[in-house]
T-cell receptor
Framework: AQSVTQPDIHITVSEGASLELRCNYSYGATPYLFWYVQSPGQGLQLLLKYFSGDTLVQGIKGFEAEFKRSQSSFNLRKPSVHWSDAAEYFCAVGAQAGAGSYQLTFGKGTKLSVIP | DTGVSQNPRHKITKRGQNVTFRCDPISEHNRLYWYRQTLGQGPEFLTYFQNEAQLEKSRLLSDRFSAERPKGSFSTLEIQRTEQGDSAMYLC????????????FGPGTRLTVL
């Protein structure tokens, strides 16, 4: 069965500093990988996704992520963090749940705090 | 284009009561998913519809949970005889058939069972 590990529960960075959020996945086949962001009390917004091809994918809000098959990782990066980036970030892997059924399996999330 | 909408946004109920939540997907999306998110955890998959057909329901947490999508448009999730452990955020997502893993989420319904 597929799984996702986000090793960092909480990260604090200063505004303007660079950011990297870690994600490791376990899945037997070629993974479909996603990063979502969730603001307090809100649903999840899709930041970016990887299906195949170029291992460096660009997303919204200036985020990017790099797929490394050898390390089973899909880390999220941003060169300069803004105060509005403070939120919780979830990494997810897409997999077939049953006949004709598809689900996302999420990590536990990383909460990002931004110091002005 | 309106996104996925969910109603109500918040529901407070007493233990033992039944509750029903509604999800309206993005209009052209024929696939609809329900997830549950408890405090400090990522969303957990519950069930999935393709049009009106419920293709996966084995992940529903107990037989107290049921979901419908009668005309392939909106969906409802019902929890009967609620328990305090049912307190969570219930999220709905939808996707196009050709992009089944690219799921767009609604704002969720926060359930509190007293």
């Amino acid at each position: 069965a597929q799984s996702v590990t986000q090793p960092d529960i909480h990260i604090t960075v200063s505004e303007g500093a660079s950011l990297e959020l870690r994600c490791n996945y376990s899945y037997g086949a070629t993974p479909y990988l996603f990063w979502y962001v969730q603001s307090p009390g809100q649903g999840l917004q899709l930041l970016l996704k990887y299906f195949s091809g170029d291992t460096l994918v660009q997303g919204i809000k200036g985020f990017e992520a790099e797929f490394k098959r050898s390390q089973s990782s899909f880390n999220l990066r941003k060169p300069s963090v803004h105060w509005s980036d403070a939120a919780e970030y979830f990494c997810a892997v897409g997999a077939q749940a049953g006949a004709g059924s598809y689900q996302l399996t999420f990590g536990k999330g990383t909460k990002l705090s931004v110091i002005p | 284009d309106t996104g996925v909408s969910q109603n109500p946004r918040h529901k407070i109920t007493k233990r033992g009561q039944n509750v029903t939540f509604r999800c309206d997907p993005i209009s052209e999306h024929n696939r609809l998913y329900w997830y549950r998110q408890t405090l400090g955890q990522g969303p957990e998959f519950l069930t999935y519809f393709q049009n009106e057909a419920q293709l996966e329901k084995s992940r529903l947490l107990s037989d107290r949970f049921s979901a419908e999508r009668p005309k392939g448009s909106f969906s409802t999730l019902e929890i009967q005889r609620t328990e305090q452990g049912d307190s969570a955020m219930y999220l709905c997502a939808s996707s196009l058939a050709k992009a089944r893993y690219t799921q767009y989420f609604g704002p969720g319904t926060r359930l509190t069972v007293l």
